[in-house]
T-cell receptor, first 115, second 111 residues
Framework: DTAVSQTPKYLVTQMGNDKSIKCEQN?????MYWYKQDSKKFLKIMFS???????INETVPNRFSPKSPDKAHLNLHINSLELGDSAVYFC??????????????FGEGSWLTVV | DAKTTQPPSMDCAEGRAANLPCNHS???????VYWYRQIHSQGPQYIIH???NNETNEMASLIITEDRKSSTLILPHATLRDTAVYYC????????????FGTGTRLQVFP
């Protein structure tokens, strides 16, 4: 069973559309994340949720809205897609916050291409 | 925030040990050093982490200098499947979960 799974794996869409990427983890972790990897391969955190509560929100346009219906799910909704949103989006989870040493487990990524 | 510096690329022959260095001269006393890797088209994968002492697990060994300003990840018997980008990361601050990934070291294992 995949520990952190995200869907879809590939998504091609037109500018201006609204799309969602779903993420689920079956590890029983309290914390989930969204990371973005751009064309230059830089991997940057976007959001972090702990038990459905937003704890990290980097400087991300408000077109990006994470939603956590429960602690096992963290979905990413993107409004009015732009060409610059093309990237690989990684969902991740970790067992707990505020304790040094916890590790983060990543999903396989969702390749978003905006045309 | 503690920064890390890694060589952009390294080669290693299959079966040999791969030693990947990382400098983190501004690391603070309670920050951990983490190593992750990203195989092409996959999500990052946790390898190992440490604070002061050397650490070993089934994947690798981590050697941290006594002054903690640098560390080395050792893959004792590199295989072709170890070809990946290896990231050395220092936690941004205690009690947060934010990992900042740099550019990493692209390790190419050749036959």
């Amino acid at each position: 069973d995949t520990a952190v799974s995200q869907t879809p794996k590939y998504l091609v869409t037109q500018m201006g559309n609204d799309k969602s990427i779903k993420c689920e983890q079956n590890l029983g972790h309290d914390t989930m994340y969204w990371y973005k990897q751009d064309s230059k391969k830089f991997l940057k955190i976007m959001f972090s949720y702990n038990n459905k509560e937003l704890i990290i929100n980097e400087t991300v346009p408000n077109r990006f809205s994470p939603k956590s219906p429960d602690k096992a799910h963290l979905n990413l909704h993107i409004n009015s897609l732009e060409l610059g949103d093309s990237a690989v989006y990684f969902c991740a989870s970790s067992p707990r916050t505020h304790l040094s040493g916890n590790t983060i487990y990543f999903g396989e990524g969702s390749w978003l291409t905006v045309v | 925030d503690a920064k890390t510096t890694q060589p952009p690329s390294m080669d290693c022959a299959e079966g040999r040990a791969a030693n990947l260095p990382c400098n983190h001269s501004t690391i603070s006393g309670n920050e951990y050093v983490y190593w992750y890797r990203q195989i092409h088209s996959q999500g990052p994968q946790y390898i190992i982490h440490g604070l002061k002492n050397n650490e070993t697990n089934e994947m690798a060994s981590l050697i941290i200098t006594e002054d903690r300003k640098s560390s080395t990840l050792i893959l004792p018997h590199a295989t072709l499947r170890d070809t990946a980008v290896y990231y050395c990361i220092v936690r941004v601050a205690p009690n947060t979960d934010k990992l900042i990934f740099g550019t990493g070291t692209r390790l190419q294992v050749f036959p």
